[in-house]
């Protein structure tokens, strides 16, 4: 009904971003956060059209929503961060600072925004009309290949899903995620367990059924080690919040996760606003924590136990690769103390990959760095 509604009614017009600019983002600002972008991407060389894709799931009445969402975007949908940095990446004025830095971007690439609604599986181009006339034909195609690949990816995970039907994975997603009673709309990231910090050859023969974070990262274009100690202070630390929050909700769902969602009322100030304080079970009682018992298993617990076979999130915490010299490695572990801090606790267990030779190296907490079994490599990357 909620999607009939919209198609009648028509898509919302998405307003002009202005983000360059002295009431938005200085230049030599938007400068530096287009240079360190491409860098860390690997994309100093980018292709005629590059998407940009933020991704969000679709679910309502759910006050678990983020649980969908980006966590690198506060729990939010990731799509207006995309636009943003589309705007900016297509600036003239920032190109022209870009071009100083020694990144020559061509007059005919074009960055444009996307959203992928991770419940549907469907990816949706933000700013169509932007892109200039060249570029038609291969967003056209490109649209084309996630189509299939979407496809793929949907026959895939319908089988993970509680209730779902053996056939018709689109139709089906479509439905499920506009269904208001349904407690398990998608996973969302159940069963993550692992971040790799490096270039894509490293796992592109890998099947991770999707249970890993991939960050790119080429140490050839970070001499000085700043990009790195960023992705530590960030993703690193961002992947190991949600998967501490599965962690958490799966090992203890009583006290460390919010229970039976069905059940939930939520909590919200009593003018009304100010964002959502929490939920409650029932009427009364303390704010819940964690998440539902839903969004990490099929079957609820018994008495704080998984009584009906396993749930769907498997409790590790993070092991992170990092392509990069552990002398390096150590360093952006020094810059950054929240990331030193989950090592030396055992909360993300610290791999470095040697671009010299390609060996892996652990970092142990009390020992330091431990050569590892390379019979062991294929099995931890796949």
Known sequence: VVESVRRRAGAPVLGVLDVVGPDAVPLDEAVATARDTLRTLGLVHPAPLVVLVGHGGAAPNNPHVAAYDCGACGGQPGGTNARALAVLLNDARVRDGLRREGIEISDRTWFLAALHDTTRDEVHVLDRASVPDHLVPVLASLELDLGRALDAVAGERLSALPAAPRRGARRHLRRRAADWAQPQPEWGLAGACALVIGPRRMTVDADLDGRVFLQSYDPDL???????????????????????????????????????????????????????SGVLTGARGDLRVGLPWQAVSAS??????????????????????????????????????????????????????DPADGRLWDRDPERGWVLADPVRIPARLG
């Open 222 to 276: 970070d001499p000085t080690g700043e990009l790195l100690t960023g992705l530590f202070g960030g993703p690193l630390v961002v992947a190991q919040w949600i998967t501490q929050q599965y962690w958490c909700s799966t090992v203890d769902p009583e006290r460390f996760g919010a229970g039976d969602k069905t059940t939930h009322n939520v909590v919200a100030p009593v003018d009304g606003g100010g964002l959502l």
């Open 300 to 353: 609820a617990p018994s008495g704080g136990r998984w009584t009906a076979g396993l749930p769907q999130h498997d409790p590790v915490r993070l092991q992170v690769f990092v392509h990069a010299p552990r002398a390096r490695v150590e360093d952006a572990l020094r810059a950054v103390p929240d990331a030193a801090r989950l090592v030396a606790g055992g909360w993300v267990a610290l791999a470095a990959v």
